[in-house]
């Protein structure tokens, strides 16, 4: 009888212990919109997307990242910002970047309608290699998608293609 006992409790405490390790353990439970892919479960293609679980919705974490290179450096709006009409475009630009004090800018849906375009001005002496900084106030129509870029060309007076220069900043309208 007593080595039937100790079977018992032996069965008894196996089973407790599997039952406390499937009741507490956190397999399958999702915390973050990564884990919500990750484990299968349908995503949102719209900016950013997002991934619902468990009656949960987990959105994408966008980095924002800044524009910058030796020629320019795009302060706002930072790629995959959301814009609104108006918003101020802000940065530094080589002189070198700028004619007569101006370099332009063009606001494009995905689709690639323009949706506006000016000049953006220096705020400063341009004449030189040096960073300027400059700023405009970007009003535009009512895009068609919820995506778009805005193209900053570098002024090139003399027409020549070897002397063209962009920059592209993905945004969200």
Same mark, same amino acid.
């Given at each position: ?17 599997? =039952? ?6 956190? &397999? ?25 679980? &468990? =009656? ?13 290179? &030796? ?8 790629? =995959? ?43 400063? &002496? ?32 003399? =027409? ?14």
């Amino acid at each position: 009888m007593n080595q039937k006992n100790l079977i018992t409790t032996i069965i008894v405490v196996a089973l407790i212990a599997a =039952g406390f390790y499937f009741l507490t353990r956190e &397999d399958g439970k999702v915390s973050n919109f990564e884990e919500c892919v990750e484990a299968g479960n349908p995503v949102m293609e719209s900016y950013p997307r997002q991934c619902s679980s &468990d =009656g949960q919705t987990f959105v994408e974490e966008i980095k924002q990242e800044v524009i910058s290179n &030796d020629k320019i450096q795009v302060q706002y709006p930072t790629s =995959g910002e959301t814009v609104t009409s108006p918003f101020e475009l802000r940065g530094l630009a080589r002189g070198t970047w700028y004619f007569e004090a101006t370099f332009s800018a063009e606001l494009v849906d995905a689709n690639g309608n323009l949706l506006t375009e000016l000049p953006v001005m220096a705020e400063g &002496d341009w004449m030189t290699e040096d960073f300027v900084p400059f700023s405009a106030m970007i009003s535009f129509s009512t895009p068609q998608t919820n995506t778009g870029k805005l193209i900053l060309r570098k002024a090139n007076a003399s =027409g020549l293609p070897e002397h063209d220069d962009s920059v592209e900043i993905p945004v969200a309208f």
